[in-house]
């Protein structure tokens, strides 16, 4: 199931609190789901990065060069640089969505010290990642990039990523009318 970004529509308090998320664990980086129906993110789903704790690297797929980087930094320095979903929190929030009928349509993450593009690793996560969704009876999500390069500019991104291929995505932001 191929993802399709072309008509995602974001409301603006998600993607503020998206940039919430992003700012209140800076230095390292958050990350979490977005969900809803047709196109239109209606949830915003925390996970916690289980990078920051001792052992959990040795778990995560990074490329050798990325392990050996991490093997050297303090759990909270690997946080600054990677993250890993909690798979409690990834299976609460897919059993809630299933809940309440929606659909996974974003994988987030933030970049708080890098721009708001992909790294090889995440590349390399989800293309990994390709195979497990439809396994959960999940569509490809698309993936959402929140950088904090520029704390006072955060700037955010999505992007399709598919057979290690990555392009650029578009999405609108909603705004409540003004009455």
């Known amino acids: 199931m191929p993802c399709n970004v ?3 529509q974001i409301p603006q308090a998600i ?11 800076a230095p390292h980086e958050c990350c979490g789901f977005l969900a809803g129906k047709e ?12 990078v920051a704790l001792e052992g959990a690297v040795d778990a995560a797929s990074f490329d050798e060069a990325k392990l ?22 990834m299976f609460k929030a897919v059993k809630d969505m299933r809940k309440q009928g ?3 349509q974003v994988v ?21 990642w390709e195979d497990n969704w439809p396994k959960f009876n999940l569509p490809l999500p698309a993936y959402l990039l929140i950088s904090l390069q520029d704390p006072n500019r955060p700037d955010v991104k999505l992007y399709s990523i598919q057979a290690n291929r990555v392009s650029p995505a578009s999405f609108t932001i909603d705004t409540p009318a003004v009455r």
């Open 6 to 8: 072309s008509t995602l």
């Open 15 to 25: 993607v503020d609190e998206l940039i919430a998320h992003a700012r209140e664990l």
């Open 39 to 50: 196109g239109i993110v209606t949830h915003l789903y925390r996970v916690t990065n289980v």
């Open 68 to 89: 050996a980087h991490l093997g050297r930094l303090s759990p909270d320095e690997r946080a600054e640089v990677a993250f890993v979903m909690d798979s409690q929190d």
């Open 102 to 104: 929606l659909d996974l």
């Open 108 to 128: 987030y993450h933030s970049h708080p010290h890098d721009p708001a593009r992909p790294s090889v690793t995440d590349i390399k996560i989800a293309t990994e």
